[in-house]
């Protein structure tokens, strides 16, 4: 080690300093980050969409909890309380604000004296497990169209955006409502209970009608990205086009993916509960969003609470989702104006 000495005078005396001249001043260390590190980063600056993600997980959590809860239960969404209806009224639920109670939070059901906050809850299982079905369907048969579309082209291309027009020429409510007796009595073969096929059928025709959309968005990245190096180099070390399908582009389409998924899926559950409300969805006992809230219709003036509990979940469900797609989106694009 090089050293340097030299005399430095205090007063009357000197004193001898030793100078390490290979020491250097230390440097930060400069560290990279990676393009998801960049988007959590970016949403967790927005506070709307954290809000949104906090209560989108709560929902999810309640929907994996609530079939174990039932069994356990702790709640009790088929069991009837005749107790707390009152006859003398109509069959409505003794009490203010539909029968609230430090045991029925949210009050009753009229006429059977079910509690709303285990119906609710539970429903909101049955809800999100038919979104989520249909919403994979669409999602993995829509990626899967579009990457072949995008990649392929000529004939290929043709033919799936001609198939995916056509589908999207078909009124989809019409087609559910039209197409509903037949299929679920075929499904019906197969599975014996009738809400579970007809929980089959929503989710197919759902899935079915709703892949053309993302198709297209899968296929315009696909274009943009399949004349591009990377590309390239794959074809040239001999890469099968399955390769490059899901090694190559796929991993680049997740941002697209992500943000479409987080939006379609609250669209199935507003679908499923209009369903519901058009006589085509799962039928009571068997709760869902969206036969609680047809049958709440029914006492909307007289019990008002008992139609705003199913209402506000809904729109709770919907709004916490779309607002997470939308923070998503802009989180993943790093040229999107914040």
Same mark, same amino acid.
């Given at each position: 080690m090089s050293e340097i000495h030299r005399d430095v005078e205090f007063g009357a005396g000197t004193t001898d300093e030793t100078f390490d001249l290979e020491q250097e001043p230390e440097t930060k260390k400069i560290e990279g980050r990676t393009p998801w590190q960049l988007a959590r980063a970016r949403l967790r600056r927005d506070r709307l969409s954290m809000i949104a993600l906090t209560v989108a997980t709560i929902v999810v959590v309640m929907a994996i909890l609530a079939p174990i809860l039932d069994l356990l239960g702790v709640l009790k969404p088929n069991d009837f309380n005749p107790e707390l209806i009152d006859p003398a009224l109509g069959g409505y639920p003794r009490g203010a604000f539909g029968g609230m109670s430090w045991t029925h939070p949210l009050g009753v059901e009229p006429g059977t004296g079910r509690d709303t906050l285990s119906r609710v809850v539970l429903g909101?299982?049955?809800?999100?497990?038919?979104?989520?079905?249909?919403?994979?369907?669409?999602?993995?048969?829509?990626?899967?169209?579009?990457?072949?579309?995008?990649?392929?082209?000529?004939?290929?291309?043709?033919?799936?955006?001609?198939?995916?027009?056509?589908?999207?020429?078909?009124?989809?409510?019409?087609?559910?409502?039209?197409?509903?007796?037949?299929?679920?009595?075929?499904?019906?073969?197969?599975?014996?209970?009738?809400?579970?096929?007809?929980?089959?059928?929503?989710?197919?025709?759902?899935?079915?009608?709703?892949?053309?959309?993302?198709?297209?968005?899968?296929?315009?990245?696909?274009?943009?990205?399949? =004349?591009? =190096?990377?590309?390239?180099?794959?074809?040239?070390?001999?890469?099968?086009n399955r390769r490059i399908y899901f090694k190559e582009l796929l991993p680049n389409l997740w941002a697209p993916i992500l943000v479409y998924g987080t939006l379609v899926l609250p669209a199935y559950v507003s679908a499923e509960a209009a369903l519901s409300f058009l006589g085509v969805g799962i039928k009571p006992p068997t709760p869902?969003?969206?036969?609680?809230?047809?049958?709440?219709?029914?006492?909307?003036?007289?019990?008002?609470?008992?139609?705003?509990?199913?209402g506000l979940a809904i729109a709770t469900v919907v709004l916490s989702f779309n607002l997470l797609g939308d923070g998503l989106r802009d989180a993943l694009d790093p040229k999107a104006d914040r």
């Open positions: 909101l299982t049955f809800s999100l497990i038919v979104a989520i079905s249909a919403t994979l369907i669409a999602v993995v048969v829509g990626t899967v169209l579009g990457l072949i579309s995008g990649f392929l082209g000529h004939w290929a291309d043709w033919s799936i955006s001609r198939l995916a027009d056509m589908v999207l020429a078909f009124p989809v409510t019409l087609m559910l409502l039209a197409l509903s007796g037949m299929f679920i009595d075929i499904i019906g073969k197969v599975v014996p209970n009738d809400n579970v096929a007809t929980g089959i059928y929503i989710v197919f025709v759902l899935g079915f009608f709703g892949w053309p959309t993302f198709a297209r968005i899968i296929r315009g990245q696909v274009l943009s990205m399949r =004349e591009r =190096e990377f590309i390239e180099a794959a074809r040239s070390l001999g890469a099968s869902t969003l969206g036969n609680i809230l047809a049958n709440s219709v029914n006492y909307a003036s007289s019990v008002p609470i008992f139609f705003l509990v199913p």
